[in-house]
């Protein structure tokens, strides 16, 4: 089974609006933490949001926030007030507390419209 | 600023030869590094995982001769790529972890692209 599941391979918004790019995971550990990064067309990953599995509230750092609902499985990100420069692949990314791997969903192409 | 640094961003190299590519954690020592490559546009693939002072562990389908990796410092890894192939040009790129913990924040190198011709 896939342990992290990004079901958009590509959304499209128009700028200063805010969008929500979709990620569930799979685990039965009761210890994980989940993951977002941006990456651009140059290729550098960049990471933008951390949620512990057992923090009480959603994670926020600047105009991203992880909508994490964990009985659901799932740890959205949102992105408010959309710029050109946020159009990039990103990855959702699970690590669990019990191994060392990182795991990576197959990534969402968001496009920003002027 | 950058707390892993990936060296070379881009080479080219002709087929046959070997090309080293390295990774360093800049302000705190990594005892785990990984490496990853990426095809256009799909998800990361794990390759390895770098162990500091013992043998990398290598993913089911990846060839440990051919994809060499040494750890040999805490702050730095190197992926060798021996007797390269044009179907070896790809997007590489390397993480380290300050730590094992699960909240430990992954930080990716820049990435180096690899083109054999």
């Known amino acids: 089974a896939q342990k992290i599941t990004q079901t958009q391979p590509g959304m499209f918004v128009q700028e200063k609006e805010a969008v929500t790019l979709d990620c569930t995971y799979d685990?039965?550990?009761?210890?994980?933490?989940l993951f977002w990064y941006k990456q651009p067309s140059s290729g550098e990953m960049i990471f933008l949001i951390y949620?512990?599995?057992?923090?009480?509230q959603n994670a926020t750092e600047g105009r991203y926030s992880l909508n994490f609902q964990k009985a659901r499985k799932s740890a959205n990100l949102v992105i408010s007030a959309s710029q050109l420069g946020d159009s990039a692949m990103y990855f959702c990314a699970m690590r669990e507390e019990t191994g060392n791997q990182f795991y990576f969903g197959t990534g969402t192409s968001l496009t920003v419209i002027p | 600023g950058a707390v892993v640094s990936q060296h070379p961003s881009r080479v080219i190299c002709k087929s046959g030869t070997s090309v080293k590519i390295e990774c360093r954690s800049l302000?705190?020592?990594?005892?785990?590094m990984f490496w990853y490559r990426q095809f256009p546009k799909q998800s990361l693939m794990l390759m390895a995982t770098s162990n500091e002072g013992s043998k990398a562990t290598y993913e089911q389908g990846v060839e440990k001769d051919k994809f060499l990796i040494n750890h040999a410092s805490l702050t730095l890894s190197t992926l060798t790529v021996t007797s390269a192939h044009p179907e070896d040009s790809s997007f590489y790129i390397c993480s380290a972890s300050r730590g094992l913990n699960s909240g430990n924040t992954i930080y990716f190198g820049e990435g180096s692209w690899l083109t054999v011709v």
């Open positions: 302000d705190f020592q990594a005892t785990t």
């Open positions: 949620q512990g599995s057992y923090d009480q």
């Open positions: 685990t039965s550990d009761p210890s994980y933490g």
